[in-house]
């Protein structure tokens, strides 16, 4: 008897860590939802109020139609989207470059790849915003996408190394003696069996440009040309607060980040799994 009900309470006690850390990571969500649905006196109202007694729109009437949110909307899918593409083409091919082919110091690129993913990106701001201005890329959204490429690239060669480490050899040459290339070997054999990996790294890649503060605050400073962060860090600026406007724009932020997220969430587990167990 006592075997089951420890069993039972052991059972007991993960459901009930999971239900807390549930509620733990979903509160400020709902909170966010909420508080961007009061009426504005008991946005601020002690004792709060967990469950809005009145309910309207105002917060994201004023953010659609009386604020840029669609420009900074816009800009923000267009670096994220410049980013990822090109993060994942060329970490597919840097990958499949360091695991296919023999050349010298090739472990030492995979190392030197490890250790410029280990480095934080903040150690590169600086070094970064002089080569952008040299070059005329300030205040420009492909020069904004290029350092994120910088420092989410290197994680893309590692993870996809790692999977593509993990794929039989033997797979590409019988595609070779069938008569296909090296080309079509990687985009009909190694690609598909390499999905989770390539999807794990473009939602990761996605999510760091979606979501970056700094970058975009130290790069650009046009206001037609500001991303979300820094276009919603604005509204902390005006001559009276609107939180149920800030409430409203974190919602709509929060929103692709979390699709995107819940879609592929087992593609991105199992990105991190192998990354995790080889290299």
Not at 95 to 110: C, D, E, G, I, K
Request: with cysteine; glycine share 6%; aromatic share 14%.
């Amino acid at each position: 008897m006592r075997e089951p009900r420890s069993r039972a309470l052991s059972r007991g006690a993960a459901w009930g860590l999971r239900l807390g850390l549930f509620v733990f990571c979903a509160f400020p969500l709902y909170w966010m939802l909420v508080s961007s649905l009061k009426v504005s006196h008991e946005l601020l109202a002690s004792p709060p109020t967990f469950v809005p007694h009145e309910w309207e729109l105002r917060a994201y009437r004023k953010l659609f139609y009386e604020t840029n949110f669609w420009t900074y909307f816009q800009n923000t899918v267009v670096v994220a989207a410049l980013t990822t593409v090109i993060v994942i083409v060329a970490g597919v091919i840097g990958a499949y470059s360091l695991t296919r082919y023999a050349f010298p110091a090739r472990a030492f690129v995979a190392r030197l790849t490890l250790l410029a993913y280990m480095f934080p990106p903040i150690i590169m701001l600086v070094p970064l915003f002089l080569l952008a201005r040299e070059l005329g890329l300030t205040n420009s959204l492909p020069g904004l996408a290029l350092t994120y490429i910088s420092f989410s690239l290197p994680y893309a060669l590692w993870i996809l190394r790692a999977f593509f480490q993990a794929i039989p050899i033997e797979l590409e040459h019988a595609a070779l003696i069938d008569g296909a290339n090296r080309a079509q070997a990687l985009a009909y054999v190694v690609m598909p069996l390499a999905l989770p990996g390539i999807i794990a790294t473009a939602i990761f890649t996605f999510i760091v440009a979606w979501n970056d503060f700094l970058f975009a605050l130290v790069l650009i400073g046009k206001d037609e040309l500001k991303t979300l962060a820094i276009g919603i860090n604005e509204f902390f600026h005006m001559a009276v607060v609107d939180w149920g406007l800030i409430m409203a724009a974190g919602v709509m932020v929060t929103i692709p980040a979390l699709v995107f997220f819940v879609a592929v969430q087992r593609y991105l587990i199992a990105g991190w799994g192998a990354g995790g167990l080889k290299g």
